[in-house]
């Protein structure tokens, strides 16, 4: 009987032959690696291990903290020992706080930039520059100056009122009474949710203008001339023209509004704290609470674990839904 | 060739860091409790840089920052640092920053928080044959050991009490009926958060801790002192909201006459309305009740567990600068504090005699870690009241459940 010789496996062959013939370009991007294995993925891994254990101030000096197993899941789904905390409403009124949001953001970004395209509009860069510093400032700034604006006694909206003979008393950040509640939905609206979606849309369009304005400048005019021919309307021009042509830029800038609104820590904290009594509290800066408040690590990881991979199971269905990394010309 | 030299010096390079990241750390000074006695005389020659960090503004930080100045002037090996870091941030940078192994050489700051840094193994332990203990009010000494161990060293005592515009006000009013009744006219300006309103529940022969540090508010007569609460904070003329300083801004404006506050912010008060129209004293009686009894509490100063030899040293020498009855003078005249030091003179400030008059009605500071637990669920019950989102008892009942869930009572 002949000896079998183990027939080679093409797959391992020409990944052995890639590995190889790419070394050098691995040797460059090595440092880059180190760095990253240093400054991002051992913290990740680390706040993985940590939301297995009791982890709390006391450890980071002292003691080694008790592997705990899912505990803290458990207790952050569950209910913890704080004032307000509810992660399923704080779930639902995150979640409705990034759709708002990015909806008027990239409503009024497109509208916006619609404007200022039209063909010899006076001052049309004057007007693109004083539109684009909202988002040039930081958003701790912004998110600073938006809460003395609301501050009941002192702000400028509530003076502003005042001058013009309306209520000028307005409790913008402290009314706990809802504007919207929903129960069946866990959603509770207060008017503090408004005076900081007020703040954010302020801070958010100018960016998708931004991408906007140059998705427009893209668009030949060659189209709309056709257009004119066959007698479509502006309405019609918009819709079928501007609005898919501009497409494949805006989806993904939509994409990047939907994570950066769900994390949009410093409005949030600089405007209303999370208050009145949590109510505009989100899933970042309830996290950020339980290290900086409780010195809870090992909760606090557990519950940002989670809140990673709520914001991946949404990424995942925007992306499906609107095809983004899909090749739109394909 | 040139390629394969550049990736070499690369790969070099990355090798260096790691090596050097993965070398011995700087050695941690034992905590409280773990260390020897007196650094040497050796250590206390060498010029040494501390840091001190606290959370003074306005009036208290120039009086700090002067007499530090004075200290740095006279001993010349040591540079210190000064970082005021606001109030309400302080703990929790010293906590993460010193657990970290970073953070200041001293902290000043309340005496309760004194029980977490300890808990964290974050103090140094203060040599309890310091001469310049002797010299300071020793119940207040006693106030910063922690299980027999001296951890914290009184800067200062501080009580809340009545401020008044005298300028408005002829005769601080003799009970609560004739300051809301005055109120109504010139304005009370109330903090509304819990460290400010403790004294209803006081007022009302209610707790907060029973002897296993249990909170018992929803056992004893706290909800009758939260609904009087509710009942000041409803009439005419008295502001009630949690932003501190602006119920400081209104006094110091004139456009609230009374004000429940502490000593801090008497320095800029009387920068604002003038020397003679700062008054304070005891907060009035409620009729039918008792004095409101406020919270009666030291300040301290704290050398962190990082402090070198040398470092502790020199911030054992700034303490004792800082406590000396001639800095404590200072600090009384320019920033109106109640001293540490017995040794000092007290019946000149009128305004400090007056929180020296609270003190009988006021009671200590718990210094436990438990108390930790209480700060925001009893904030929210104030709010939750005030907001009538619940009643008094309901608030008090999910604001106890909380907190001795928290701390597994």
Same mark, same amino acid.
């Given at each position: 009987?002949?000896?079998?010789?183990?027939?080679?496996?093409?797959?391992?062959?020409?990944?052995?032959?890639?590995?190889w013939e790419g070394r050098l370009a691995y040797l460059y991007i090595l440092p880059a690696f180190l760095?990253?294995?240093?400054?991002?993925?051992?913290?990740?891994?680390?706040?993985? *291990?940590?939301?297995?254990?009791?982890?709390?101030?006391?450890?980071?000096?002292?003691?080694?903290?008790?592997?705990?197993?899912?505990?803290?899941?458990?207790?952050?789904?569950?209910?913890?020992?704080?004032?307000?905390?509810?992660? !399923?409403?704080?779930?639902?009124?995150?979640?409705? *706080?990034?759709?708002?949001?990015?909806?008027?953001?990239?409503?009024?970004?497109?509208?916006?930039?619609?404007?200022?395209?039209?063909?010899?509009?006076?001052?049309?860069?004057?007007?693109?520059?004083?539109?684009?510093?909202?988002?040039?400032?930081?958003?701790?700034?912004?998110?600073?100056?938006?809460?003395?604006?609301?501050?009941?006694?002192?702000? +400028?909206?509530?003076?502003?009122?005042?001058?013009?003979?309306?209520?000028?008393?307005?409790?913008?950040?402290?009314?706990?009474?809802?504007?919207?509640?929903?129960?069946?939905? /866990?959603?509770?609206?207060?008017?503090?949710?408004?005076?900081?979606?007020?703040?954010?849309? *302020?801070?958010?369009?100018?960016?998708?203008?931004?991408?906007?304005?140059?998705?427009?400048?893209?668009?030949?005019?060659?189209?709309?001339? $056709?257009?004119?021919?066959?007698?479509?309307?502006?309405?019609?021009?918009?819709?079928?023209?501007?609005?898919?042509?501009?497409?494949?830029?805006?989806?993904?800038? %939509?994409?990047?509004?939907?994570?950066?609104?769900?994390?949009?820590?410093?409005?949030?904290?600089?405007?209303?704290?999370?208050?009145?009594? /949590?109510?505009?509290?989100?899933?970042?800066?309830?996290?950020?609470?339980?290290?900086?408040?409780?010195?809870?690590?090992?909760?606090?990881?557990?519950?940002?674990?989670?809140?990673?991979?709520?914001?991946?199971?949404?990424?995942?269905?925007?992306?499906?839904?609107?095809?983004?990394?899909?090749?739109?010309?394909? | 060739m040139n390629q394969r030299l550049l990736a070499l010096i690369s790969a070099l390079v990355m090798l260096g860091l790691?090596?050097?990241?993965?070398?011995?750390?700087?050695?941690?000074?034992?905590?409280? !409790?773990?260390?020897?006695?007196?650094?040497?005389? +050796?250590?206390?020659?060498?010029?040494?840089?501390?840091?001190?960090?606290?959370?003074?503004?306005?009036?208290?930080?120039?009086?700090?920052?002067?007499?530090? =100045?004075?200290?740095?002037?006279?001993?010349?090996?040591?540079?210190?640092?000064?970082?005021?870091?606001?109030? =309400?941030?302080?703990?929790?940078?010293?906590? %993460?920053?010193?657990?970290?192994?970073?953070?200041?050489?001293?902290?000043?700051?309340?005496?309760?928080?004194?029980?977490?840094?300890?808990?964290?193994?974050?103090?140094?332990?203060?040599?309890?044959?310091?001469?310049?203990?002797?010299?300071?009010?020793?119940?207040?000494?006693? /106030?910063?050991?922690?299980?027999?161990? &001296?951890?914290?060293?009184?800067?200062?005592?501080?009580?809340?009490?009545?401020?008044?515009?005298?300028?408005?006000?002829?005769?601080?009013?003799?009970?609560?009926?004739?300051?809301?009744?005055?109120?109504?006219?010139?304005? &009370?300006?109330?903090?509304?958060?819990?460290?400010?309103?403790?004294?209803?529940?006081?007022?009302?022969?209610?707790?907060?801790?029973?002897?296993?540090?249990? @909170?018992? &508010?929803?056992?004893?007569?706290? $909800?009758?002192?939260?609904?009087?609460?509710?009942?000041? @904070?409803?009439?005419?003329?008295?502001? @009630?909201?949690?932003?501190?300083?602006?119920?400081?801004?209104?006094?110091?404006?004139?456009?609230? $006459?009374?004000?429940?506050?502490?000593?801090?912010?008497?320095?800029?008060?009387?920068?604002?309305?003038?020397?003679?129209?700062?008054?304070?004293?005891?907060?009035?009686?409620?009729?039918? $009740?008792?004095?409101?009894?406020? *919270?009666?509490?030291?300040?301290?100063?704290?050398?962190?567990?990082?402090?070198?030899?040398?470092?502790?040293?020199?911030?054992?020498?700034?303490?004792?600068?800082?406590?000396?009855?001639?800095?404590?003078?200072?600090?009384?005249?320019?920033?109106?504090?109640?001293?540490?030091? #017995?040794?000092?003179?007290?019946?000149?400030? #009128?305004?400090? !005699?007056?929180?020296?008059?609270?003190?009988?009605?006021?009671?200590?500071?718990?210094?436990?870690?438990?108390?930790?637990?209480?700060?925001?669920?009893?904030?929210? +019950?104030? %709010?939750?009241?005030?907001?009538?989102?619940?009643?008094?008892?309901?608030?008090?009942?999910?604001? @106890?459940?909380?907190?001795?869930?928290?701390?597994?009572?």
């Amino acid at each position: 009987m002949a000896a079998v010789t183990p027939t080679p496996q093409p797959g391992k062959i020409e990944v052995g032959k890639a590995l190889w013939e790419g070394r050098l370009a691995y040797l460059y991007i090595l440092p880059a690696f180190l760095i990253m294995a240093f400054i991002t993925f051992y913290p990740i891994v680390y706040q993985v *291990w940590m939301a297995f254990t009791n982890f709390e101030l006391r450890h980071l000096r002292l003691q080694n903290p008790e592997f705990v197993g899912f505990e803290n899941f458990v207790r952050v789904l569950g209910g913890l020992p704080i004032p307000n905390y509810s992660f !399923g409403r704080i779930l639902v009124f995150n979640i409705v *706080w990034t759709f708002v949001n990015v909806f008027l953001h990239v409503t009024l970004g497109i509208l916006v930039a619609v404007a200022l395209n039209i063909k010899n509009l006076p001052g049309k860069r004057l007007y693109r520059s004083l539109f684009i510093i909202p988002w040039a400032l930081p958003s701790l700034v912004s998110g600073m100056v938006w809460n003395n604006m609301w501050h009941e006694r002192f702000g +400028a909206v509530n003076l502003l009122l005042q001058e013009l003979g309306l209520p000028g008393n307005i409790r913008w950040l402290q009314e706990t009474q809802p504007v919207i509640n929903i129960p069946q939905i /866990g959603l509770v609206l207060p008017l503090s949710f408004f005076a900081v979606l007020i703040a954010n849309v *302020w801070l958010g369009w100018p960016f998708m203008m931004s991408i906007a304005t140059g998705a427009l400048q893209s668009i030949p005019e060659e189209l709309y001339e $056709a257009a004119l021919v066959d007698g479509a309307s502006g309405w019609q021009k918009l819709w079928r023209i501007t609005l898919p042509m501009i497409r494949p830029a805006m989806v993904p800038a %939509t994409m990047i509004g939907i994570m950066m609104t769900f994390n949009q820590f410093n409005v949030i904290y600089f405007v209303t704290g999370g208050g009145p009594l /949590g109510l505009t509290q989100i899933l970042v800066t309830q996290g950020f609470n339980l290290v900086n408040q409780q010195g809870w690590y090992g909760v606090a990881s557990a519950f940002n674990l989670i809140v990673f991979l709520i914001l991946a199971v949404i990424t995942l269905i925007t992306n499906r839904i609107s095809r983004a990394t899909e090749p739109y010309y394909a | 060739m040139n390629q394969r030299l550049l990736a070499l010096i690369s790969a070099l390079v990355m090798l260096g860091l790691v090596l050097a990241a993965c070398g011995p750390a700087a050695e941690t000074p034992e905590p409280a !409790g773990q260390g020897e006695g007196e650094p040497t005389e +050796a250590a206390m020659a060498e010029p040494v840089t501390i840091t001190v960090w606290h959370g003074y503004i306005e009036t208290e930080a120039e009086t700090f920052a002067a007499a530090v =100045d004075d200290f740095m002037a006279a001993n010349e090996d040591v540079t210190v640092e000064l970082l005021a870091v606001p109030f =309400d941030q302080l703990q929790s940078k010293f906590q %993460t920053d010193a657990a970290a192994g970073g953070g200041s050489t001293l902290i000043t700051g309340p005496q309760d928080r004194m029980a977490g840094y300890n808990e964290a193994g974050l103090l140094a332990q203060i040599p309890d044959d310091a001469s310049f203990l002797s010299e300071l009010v020793p119940a207040a000494v006693e /106030g910063g050991r922690i299980g027999g161990v &001296l951890v914290g060293v009184p800067l200062n005592n501080k009580v809340v009490a009545m401020f008044y515009n005298k300028s408005l006000v002829e005769t601080p009013p003799a009970d609560f009926d004739e300051l809301l009744a005055a109120a109504e006219e010139l304005g &009370l300006a109330i903090t509304s958060d819990w460290f400010h309103n403790y004294m209803w529940v006081s007022a009302f022969g209610a707790q907060l801790f029973d002897d296993d540090y249990r @909170c018992v &508010l929803d056992e004893t007569g706290a $909800a009758e002192g939260f609904a009087y609460f509710k009942t000041v @904070c409803d009439s005419p003329g008295v502001t @009630c909201d949690p932003n501190d300083g602006d119920m400081d801004i209104l006094f110091r404006q004139g456009l609230a $006459a009374f004000r429940f506050q502490g000593p801090w912010i008497a320095g800029d008060a009387i920068s604002d309305l003038g020397e003679d129209n700062v008054g304070a004293t005891v907060i009035p009686p409620i009729p039918g $009740a008792d004095y409101p009894r406020t *919270w009666n509490q030291s300040e301290m100063i704290q050398i962190s567990a990082n402090a070198s030899e040398a470092e502790q040293a020199a911030a054992l020498r700034l303490i004792e600068h800082l406590t000396s009855a001639e800095v404590q003078q200072t600090f009384l005249e320019a920033a109106n504090w109640i001293p540490a030091n #017995q040794n000092v003179d007290t019946s000149v400030n #009128q305004v400090v !005699g007056g929180f020296l008059d609270q003190v009988p009605y006021s009671d200590p500071f718990p210094v436990v870690t438990e108390l930790n637990a209480t700060w925001d669920p009893m904030a929210n +019950a104030v %709010t939750q009241v005030l907001e009538e989102v619940l009643t008094p008892e309901e608030a008090l009942v999910e604001a @106890c459940e909380l907190i001795n869930t928290a701390n597994n009572k």
